[in-house]
């Protein structure tokens, strides 16, 4: 009976309830795609915003040692000192948690036509995958200790008037190298003064091998903050870790502005769906107060009297909830297109989130009618009062 009774009720009622499942439905889509987005497009920012490079500079710790003489201190002697090679082996093996890229830097000073230069030794192939807004005219060149090609920024080939190509006699310190340009980079930096040579290459000619001067590393901060992850390569590393502070709330922010204006989209619709919801019923209680009488004076308890409306409420939440799913899916697919040019996998724990919030939603704005209906007394009713 109770059965017959709700089915009857939802068929009578049905212009009603959808538009109440039509709220509902607004709500539970902006909150699957609110959802959606929130744990998809922090992979999609991640991977748009590393055309940036790197987010992170690794820096020798400075090593400070008193200096005296005969019981007088003069103060102390502070060496910048290096970073081992051996340790970019905890970030090449993933030790270190979510570092994406890296590339190692090594400095020397050399001299092309009596005038100094500033070499970077660095491996190129990670160098390429870590900086991919670098414009270069030629080719990158291959790693290797003894390579000959080289990279050349573009106000050093300005000033001496280089091109791809081109051998490029270096003095280092006495021992002097041909190179050959392999391409010509444009960053519009100060990488843009710099010669850039393989890692081997500049580990060889200054005499100091196994050593490098700076990493710049890429880290993802889809898992964790940036503040984290730097904390852990100085305990980890013995280095002095330095946030890109553009990057870095480059990240943090974008896909929080994103996700702050759709939540207050979300709660405002909320709110909205559940006035309506909360209208809907009300009406249908006002319009069935003899009916509710009637039930009760036949023996209706409070509890199938609120069974009734609270399964209208239900029918409502679940409609809105299931279809929100689908149409919240569309609108995130759209949005990661139009910001990313990419499109979202699925998320699988958005479906029973939004189904239960749309429940939640419809069942919190049912309490009013509900009591209410429970309230009718069956006497005052049935005399016509």
Known sequence: MLKRIITKSL?????????????????????????TLSLGMKAQAGRALEAYGANMVLLPEATSLPAGAGGLAF???????????EYLTLLESGQIKDVKAYTPYQYTVATYQGQKVVVAGT???????????????????????????????SKVAQKFGLATGDRLRLDFAGTTRELTIAGVADVGGSEDNQVFVSLGTAQFLSGRAGQVDMVQVRASTENRPLSE???????????????????AEAEETVLFKIELLMALITVLTVLASGVAVFSTLTGSVLERVKEIGLMKALGAKNSRIAVIFLAEAWAIGLAGGLLGNIVGLGVAQAVAKSVFDSYLSPQVPVIPLTVAAALAIATIAALGPVRKAISVDPVVTLRGE
């Open 11 to 35: 068929l009578a009622r049905k212009r009603h309830l959808l538009v109440a499942s039509g709220a509902v439905l607004l709500a539970a889509t902006l909150l699957a795609s609110l959802v």
């Open 75 to 85: 103060g102390n002697i502070v060496s910048e000192g290096y970073i081992s090679e």
């Open 123 to 153: 491996l190129f192939d990670r160098l390429r995958e870590l900086a991919p807004y670098w414009q270069v005219e030629g080719e990158w060149p291959a790693d290797g200790k003894g390579t000959e090609d080289i990279l050349i920024g």
């Open 229 to 247: 992850i730097a904390a852990e390569m100085e305990s980890n590393l013995r280095v002095k870790a330095r946030v890109v502070s553009q990057v």
